[in-house]
Nanobody, 119 residues
Framework: QVRLEESGGGLVQAGGSLRLSCAAS????????MGWYRQASGKERELVAV???????DYADSVKGRFTISRDNAKNTVSLQMNSLKAEDTAVYYC?????????????WGQGTQVTVSS
């Protein structure tokens, strides 16, 4: 069984920075894409940033230029550096990974970490 565990959420003032980290543990075969999603109160979960195993990244338009996703394939970790935070970034942030076993894969989700940006 593979688990994702997040850390690094918290309360920050607008304009500040936070760094989220996520580590996969357990019997890991192969992890392809890893990413971060967020869900604000009363809204649907949305993609924030994703990174492939080769390092290709993609970001939601709302965070481009402010957030940076990175990963360490050897450690099966993914991080999200969030700068110039805005009140609208307030949400529960979830780590996500595609875990492959041969040609079959399943989605892994972390438990979520709260990010609150005060204006």
């Amino acid at each position: 069984q593979v688990r994702l565990e997040e850390s690094g959420g918290g309360l920050v003032q607008a304009g500040g920075s936070l760094r989220l980290s996520c580590a996969a543990s357990g019997t890991i075969f192969s992890i392809n894409a890893m990413g971060w999603y967020r869900q604000a109160s009363g809204k649907e979960r949305e993609l924030v940033a994703v990174i492939s195993s080769g390092g290709t990244t993609d970001y939601a338009d709302s965070v481009k230029g402010r957030f940076t996703i990175s990963r360490d394939n050897a450690k099966n970790t993914v991080s999200l550096q969030m700068n110039s935070l805005k009140a609208e970034d307030t949400a529960v942030y979830y780590c996500n990974a595609q875990h492959y076993i041969g040609t079959w894969y399943h989605q892994l989700w972390g438990q979520g970490t709260q990010v609150t940006v005060s204006s």
